[in-house]
Structure formats: structure tokens, C-alpha cells
């Protein structure tokens, strides 16, 4: 059974877990937090040099790092990724705009207001900038959506919207109006209602 090491309040950790429950796989998860220096002790450190979470140990012992990367290794074979070579493109291309254009404004912005530990950096600056560059990001989204696609690549449920759900559906929490993106909000309920769906707090 894989194991799955990574924060229960956290976007990114909650993806391969929303992916294993969709796939029916049994997993283990183990907390580790990086808001307690969890993911900076030597243990956790031997496991992944980077200090980060999420982190996928296979059964054999060997790991994974990166959500993203997690996500495609643990869809590989399944209706989560195109088996055409333009989709799976698509794919890949959301997966880093997400991580480039996506996460570094909207998952941080709601840190900046919702961790008490990372209130100290919350300047006026900072949350002008992640605003900016994280509705930039929704209305990317949004155009894409708007445009006549249900999903995010080869119109069809992937671990590409997976990756986007994780912190677009938590935007709210940074401040972000989602009532302003019209189909982004009709495609988070077409995620949530993708069979096997389910909340970020879920654990096996």
C-alpha cells in the first residue's frame, strides 16, 4: 500500500489523495506539517531533500515529490490521463500553469490570511501582488472555460482539473471574488460531482 505524507489542510497534498479515492486505491497517510517543522526534521529529510509536501512512498520504499508529479505517475494508465499525445499535452500544460501562474498567488494569498504564522507576511505589497496575479490566473481560467470546455484538457475530467480544483475551490479564503468567474464556478461543481469525489478533509 502507497503512503502518502503531507498536510491535511493543504491543496497540494489533498490532490493525490482526491486522485486515490477516485481510483479506489487504500493508502496510508501520515501527518507532516511543514507549520511545525515537520518536514524539516532528518527523518523527513532523508525521505525528501526538499523539505515539502506532498510526498508518495510506493510500497517498495521508493518516493515521489511534487504534487503534480504525483498526480501523473499515480494516473498513468487510467481515464485521468489522455491516452491522445495533444491532450496529454494539454495536460502537462495546465499542470504547469497551475503550479507557475496558479498556486504562487492563490495558495499563498490564503496563507498570508488564514496562517497565523505567516501573518508577518502579509504586507500591503504582497497581498496587492497575489491578488493581482491570482485573478489574472482565474480569468485565464475563466476564458478557457467560458470558450465551450467543460474541462481543462481533451474535454474530459483529468488529474489537470484535479490539480486546479485543489486551491480555486479554497479562493474564497484569499480574498478572491469567485461569483466574478461564472464558469469557474459552474466548473467546480462539475468536479465535485465527478464520481468519487471528495472533500479535502477526507482520509481512507
Known amino acids: 500500500m502507497h503512503t502518502i505524507h503531507g498536510m491535511i489542510d493543504s491543496g497540494n497534498c489533498y490532490k493525490p489523495r482526491l486522485l486515490m479515492a477516485k ?13 511545525d517543522g515537520g ?14 509536501v506532498p510526498l508518495l512512498e510506493l510500497e517498495d520504499g521508493r518516493v515521489l515529490a511534487e504534487s503534480n508529479a504525483i498526480l501523473l505517475y499515480l494516473a498513468e494508465g487510467t481515464r485521468f490521463l489522455p ?5 496529454r499535452g494539454l495536460v502537462y ?3 504547469f500553469f497551475e503550479q507557475y501562474s496558479h498556486e504562487p498567488y492563490i495558495a499563498v494569498r490564503k496563507a498570508l490570511l488564514t496562517f ?5 507576511d502579509a504586507t500591503p505589497d504582497r497581498l496587492a501582488l497575489t ?7 482565474l480569468a485565464v481560467m475563466e476564458r478557457h472555460l467560458a470558450g465551450g470546455n467543460a474541462f481543462f484538457a481533451g474535454g474530459a475530467y483529468s488529474v489537470a482539473d484535479i490539480a486546479l480544483f485543489a486551491y480555486t475551490h479554497m479562493a474564497g479564503q484569499g480574498g478572491f471574488d469567485l ?3 461564472p464558469a469557474v464556478g459552474a ?14 478533509e477526507w482520509l481512507p
Open 23 to 35: 481510483l479506489g486505491e487504500p493508502f496510508g497517510h501520515v501527518e507532516v506539517s511543514s507549520r
Open 39 to 52: 518536514t524539516r526534521t532528518p527523518a523527513y529529510l532523508a525521505k525528501n531533500p526538499n523539505g515539502m
Open 83 to 87: 491516452t491522445d499525445r495533444y491532450a
Open 93 to 95: 500544460q495546465w499542470l
Open 116 to 120: 497565523p504564522e505567516r501573518a508577518r
Open 131 to 137: 491578488l493581482e496575479r491570482g485573478n489574472k490566473a
Open 179 to 181: 461569483g466574478a468567474y
Open 187 to 200: 466548473w467546480l461543481k462539475r468536479v465535485e460531482a465527478d464520481p468519487g469525489h471528495v472533500p479535502i
